[in-house]
């Protein structure tokens, strides 16, 4: 059975056609196009498609499409700038040579989106906090923590 979905992308009214069973990764991977938002695990455990909903950070693959009407989703390819300027915490990872292979990119970069929005000068206890639902089989987080760290000192600035 398929329903009509309206929610806001990126800043963008979307209505879009689901099927019952879909989560909300399958929604903007597979409905939308979307696809800087990946599957790592599909049931919770990895962070890799952590997107924010109503500024929040969720796993898209535990939240059904159903859920998703009147919600607000910003997910990775909505940070960028004009002319697709990389958002501080993406520069800043970028910088601080914080990714490796990127798969798990996207969802630290919205955990990190998160928590900045809340708290815009995080100790590195609370941004360790933050990405812990984050998993990286790359980088062993030292430099990840040292990206989000400096991306906040650069929204700060701003």
Do not use: W
């Not at 798969?103 to 970069?109: M, N, Q």
């Amino acid at each position: 059975m398929k329903t009509l979905i309206t929610c806001t992308v990126n800043g963008e009214e979307r209505e879009v056609l689901a099927d019952t069973r879909d989560t909300l990764l399958d929604l903007l991977r597979d409905r939308i196009g979307l696809t800087g938002t990946k599957e790592g695990c599909g049931n919770g455990n990895c962070g890799t498609c952590t997107v924010l909903v109503d500024g929040a950070p969720v796993n898209a693959c535990l939240v059904l499409a159903l859920e998703a009407p009147g919600c607000d989703i910003l997910t990775i390819e909505g940070l960028a700038g004009e002319g697709g300027r990389l958002h501080p915490i993406q520069q800043a990872l970028v910088d601080c040579n914080g990714t490796q292979c990127g798969f798990c990119t996207p969802g630290i970069v919205m955990s990190a989106k998160a928590l900045l929005d809340e708290n815009p000068s995080p100790s590195e206890a609370e941004i360790r906090h933050a990405v812990a639902g984050n998993l990286c089989r790359c980088t062993g987080y030292g430099k990840i923590v040292e990206a989000i760290s400096a991306a906040a000192a650069t929204i700060r600035a701003h």
